[in-house]
């Protein structure tokens, strides 16, 4: 989408202002090649759904976070909550918790855009019990 915009812009914008305002026909340029690292970035988050190794819920992270960490408990699993540090992720989306379960990890984040709360991601990584993320997958419907 972003490169179909470009292309009007540049096609049908660019030639006369950039006569006008270089400054502004730099500024268009470089604006459209960060909203490409973007989408770039985007297609790189969505590889992780990929084999149902993530999948996006509608409820807030906090409490998908509660829902996922008391069935492990109940379940007699532990979970511990690990350091969570993601400087990758360009302000889409919001770390909420990060769980090291045995040789695997949850990782819950919320996904923005701009200021609105679209959905939250819940990614499964290494050896997570397949039947916990199951139970958690029959109380979402």
Known sequence: MASICYFIVAVYAMPDQSEIFPLLAITINISFFLLSFVGVF?????????NNDALLVREGGEEVALQIESLFLKNEVEIKESEFSNFMDMGLWRPIKQYSVGKGEIEIKELWFSAFFYRTQVAFRGDVSKEIVEDYLANLV
């Open 42 to 50: 985007l297609g790189f988050q969505g590889y992780n759904f990929r």
